[in-house]
């Protein structure tokens, strides 16, 4: 079974930075591909960046391109979030998820990921 773990989340101004985690656990992380979404009240969730399970291939949505960047470290099991250049409309509660794939693309449907964490609350004051 696997487990998504999300932290790091806070309150942050406007401007400044902040990343997220999520632990992985269940099978290594390399089995997976992975993605981060975001859920603003009142509105859809989103797809903000993702990446294969071999770590070759990111992808990001336009609003976060060049802010934002994916990472993962193998040996922790471990997904990061860096938010950099935050803005109000980057608050949201920020999700994990996960899929069991080997496909060499980023899949930017939420659909397509089965096992998602929890959520961590992001709060961009401006």
């Known amino acids: 079974q696997v487990q998504l773990v999300e932290s790091g989340g806070g309150l942050v101004q406007a401007g400044g930075s902040l990343r997220v985690s999520c632990g992985v656990s269940?099978?290594?992380?390399?089995?997976?591909?992975m993605g981060w979404f975001r859920q603003a009240p009142g509105k859809e969730r989103e797809f903000v960046t993702g990446?294969?399970?071999?770590?070759?291939?990111?992808y990001y949505a336009d609003s976060v391109k060049g802010r934002f960047t994916i990472s993962r470290d193998v040996a922790k099991n471990t997904v990061y979030l860096q938010m950099n250049s935050l803005k109000p409309e980057d608050t949201a509660v920020y999700y994990c998820?996960?899929?069991?794939?080997?496909?060499?693309?980023?899949?930017?449907?939420?659909?397509?990921?089965?096992?998602w964490g929890q959520g961590t609350q992001v709060t961009v004051s401006s």
């Open positions: 998820a996960a899929r069991t794939t080997y496909s060499d693309y980023v899949s930017s449907w939420r659909y397509e990921y089965p096992y």
């Open positions: 269940g099978r290594t992380l390399i089995t997976y591909g």
């Open positions: 990446i294969t399970w071999s770590g070759g291939s990111t």
